[in-house]
């Protein structure tokens, strides 16, 4: 699972096959298949796991300031902005999923549409905790906010927009407050 988590994240999940997986974890075919039943059954179990470490992360953020969703938000949109002008960031592997699996039903896809769908609630749950006007178009632009980090952090790497995604976000809540 280590080795295909690397590799997907790093090339796609459509880019690496079965066989450069088993090469380079030192297992064989049959022994990848008795853990999982296809590529793609192994593809959803890398976004579930991935998928723990995005939630850790938010939640740990979040949880540092209950009651003040905003200061754990903004919290997480900082440490975001600082691994997405890191080398080798690739974005949200549930984003890029989603990208490269566009057919409805897919297992990697479904994985990262309830994986936005919650996100999309929480930003709008908190930024109706926050006293936003509308809190449903608050908490749509952070979400879209967010995914531009996603992207610009493997556009434009080091130095890129994404290192500000907690200021605009920032800007875009007290907007949405007065």
């Not at 995604?165 to 800007?171: D, P, Q």
Request: hydrophobic share 40%.
């Amino acid at each position: 699972m280590a080795v295909a988590r690397k590799l997907f994240y790093r090339d796609g999940i459509r880019a690496i096959g079965v066989d450069e997986i088993v090469r380079q974890a030192g297992v064989t075919k049959p022994s990848l298949y008795r853990s999982f039943a296809s590529k793609d059954e192994l593809a959803a179990t890398y976004l579930r796991d991935y998928e723990k470490g995005f939630w850790q992360r938010f939640n740990g953020a979040v949880d540092k300031h209950p009651g003040d969703p905003r200061k754990g938000l903004l919290e997480y949109l900082t440490g975001l902005g600082e691994r997405a002008v890191k080398g080798g960031y690739r974005g949200c592997g549930m984003t890029n999923a989603a990208v490269e699996y566009p057919e409805a039903g897919h297992p990697a896809r479904a994985v990262g549409e309830n994986n936005k769908r919650e996100l999309r609630q929480r930003l709008r749950d908190m930024a109706r905790e926050m006293g936003a006007k509308d809190p449903d178009a608050l908490g749509d632009g952070l979400l879209l906010v967010i995914e531009g980090a996603f992207i610009s952090g493997q556009l434009f790497g080091p130095g890129g927009p994404a290192m500000n995604v907690a200021r605009t976000a920032e800007a875009l809540i007290e907007a949405a407050l007065e």
